[in-house]
Protein backbone atom coordinates (compact mmCIF):
# COMPACT_ATOMS: atom_id res chain seq x y z
CA UNK A 1 0.00 0.00 0.00
CA UNK A 2 0.99 3.43 -1.18
CA UNK A 3 0.76 6.43 1.86
CA UNK A 4 -0.96 9.17 0.00
CA UNK A 5 -1.60 12.82 0.97
CA UNK A 6 -4.20 15.16 -0.34
CA UNK A 7 -3.68 18.95 -0.28
CA UNK A 8 -5.30 22.03 -1.21
CA UNK A 9 -8.94 21.90 -1.17
CA UNK A 10 -10.98 24.66 0.45
CA UNK A 11 -13.53 27.11 0.06
CA UNK A 12 -13.94 28.76 -3.41
CA UNK A 13 -16.36 30.49 -4.99
CA UNK A 14 -17.79 29.95 -8.56
CA UNK A 15 -15.40 30.18 -11.71
CA UNK A 16 -12.24 30.72 -9.07
CA UNK A 17 -9.70 27.99 -9.54
CA UNK A 18 -8.03 25.84 -6.87
CA UNK A 19 -5.00 23.21 -7.37
CA UNK A 20 -5.13 19.91 -5.20
CA UNK A 21 -1.62 18.50 -4.65
CA UNK A 22 -1.27 14.38 -4.13
CA UNK A 23 2.09 13.27 -2.08
CA UNK A 24 2.51 9.63 -2.40
CA UNK A 25 4.82 7.68 -0.13
CA UNK A 26 6.46 5.30 -1.82
CA UNK A 27 10.02 5.08 -4.11
CA UNK A 28 8.30 3.65 -7.01
CA UNK A 29 5.80 6.24 -7.48
CA UNK A 30 6.53 6.27 -11.65
CA UNK A 31 5.76 2.95 -11.94
CA UNK A 32 1.85 3.85 -10.58
CA UNK A 33 -1.40 4.72 -12.27
CA UNK A 34 -2.63 7.78 -10.28
CA UNK A 35 -5.84 9.60 -10.70
CA UNK A 36 -8.50 11.88 -8.43
CA UNK A 37 -12.08 11.08 -7.58
CA UNK A 38 -14.43 12.51 -5.86
CA UNK A 39 -17.57 12.17 -3.93
CA UNK A 40 -20.61 14.44 -3.30
CA UNK A 41 -23.17 13.70 -0.21
CA UNK A 42 -25.40 11.02 -1.63
CA UNK A 43 -23.63 10.29 -4.77
CA UNK A 44 -21.40 7.46 -5.65
CA UNK A 45 -17.85 8.15 -5.94
CA UNK A 46 -16.72 8.79 -9.18
CA UNK A 47 -13.47 9.42 -11.85
CA UNK A 48 -12.48 13.22 -12.18
CA UNK A 49 -9.09 12.43 -13.89
CA UNK A 50 -6.44 9.56 -14.23
CA UNK A 51 -2.86 9.81 -15.68
CA UNK A 52 -0.95 6.39 -16.23
CA UNK A 53 2.78 5.73 -15.64
CA UNK A 54 3.49 6.76 -19.00
CA UNK A 55 1.55 9.67 -19.27
CA UNK A 56 -1.81 8.60 -20.90
CA UNK A 57 -4.42 10.87 -19.59
CA UNK A 58 -8.01 11.07 -19.00
CA UNK A 59 -11.14 13.10 -17.91
CA UNK A 60 -14.91 12.49 -16.19
CA UNK A 61 -17.22 14.48 -18.57
CA UNK A 62 -18.16 16.81 -15.83
CA UNK A 63 -14.98 18.20 -15.50
CA UNK A 64 -13.50 18.26 -19.24
CA UNK A 65 -11.88 21.04 -20.34
CA UNK A 66 -11.92 22.95 -17.21
CA UNK A 67 -10.05 20.15 -15.00
CA UNK A 68 -6.19 19.45 -15.81
CA UNK A 69 -4.22 16.49 -14.46
CA UNK A 70 -0.38 16.36 -13.77
CA UNK A 71 2.23 13.95 -12.32
CA UNK A 72 5.94 15.12 -10.92
CA UNK A 73 7.91 11.73 -10.76
CA UNK A 74 10.76 13.57 -9.15
CA UNK A 75 8.91 14.86 -6.55
CA UNK A 76 6.36 11.89 -6.08
CA UNK A 77 3.38 14.52 -6.69
CA UNK A 78 0.33 14.28 -8.69
CA UNK A 79 -1.98 17.65 -9.13
CA UNK A 80 -5.27 18.82 -10.01
CA UNK A 81 -5.80 22.30 -11.70
CA UNK A 82 -9.24 23.08 -11.33
CA UNK A 83 -10.60 25.96 -13.27
CA UNK A 84 -14.09 27.40 -14.02
CA UNK A 85 -15.48 25.95 -10.61
CA UNK A 86 -18.93 24.97 -10.19
CA UNK A 87 -20.73 24.43 -7.41
CA UNK A 88 -21.70 20.77 -8.62
CA UNK A 89 -17.74 20.19 -8.16
CA UNK A 90 -18.23 20.51 -4.38
CA UNK A 91 -16.86 17.00 -2.81
CA UNK A 92 -14.46 15.57 -1.16
CA UNK A 93 -11.29 14.98 -3.36
CA UNK A 94 -9.54 11.93 -3.09
CA UNK A 95 -6.25 10.71 -4.79
CA UNK A 96 -5.70 7.11 -5.46
CA UNK A 97 -2.49 5.12 -6.73
CA UNK A 98 -2.73 1.52 -8.60
CA UNK A 99 -0.44 -1.11 -9.36
CA UNK A 100 -1.57 -4.10 -10.59
CA UNK A 101 -4.21 -5.21 -8.52
CA UNK A 102 -2.82 -3.17 -6.05
CA UNK A 103 -4.77 0.55 -5.40
CA UNK A 104 -4.30 2.86 -2.18
CA UNK A 105 -6.48 6.19 -1.09
CA UNK A 106 -5.29 9.35 0.20
CA UNK A 107 -7.65 10.42 2.78
CA UNK A 108 -9.52 13.17 0.97
CA UNK A 109 -9.64 16.46 1.15
CA UNK A 110 -12.83 19.11 1.21
CA UNK A 111 -13.77 21.30 -2.17
CA UNK A 112 -16.57 23.57 -1.27
CA UNK A 113 -17.60 25.74 -4.19
CA UNK A 114 -20.50 28.22 -3.26
CA UNK A 115 -20.67 31.82 -3.06
Known amino acids: QVQLVESGGGLMQPGGSLRLSCAAS????????MGWYRQAPGNQRELVAG???????NYGDPVKGRFTISRDNAKKMVYLQMNSLKPEDTAVYYC?????????WGQGTQVTVSS
Open 51 to 57: ISDGGSI
Open 96 to 104: TAQVGSTNS
Open 26 to 33: TRFFRSYD
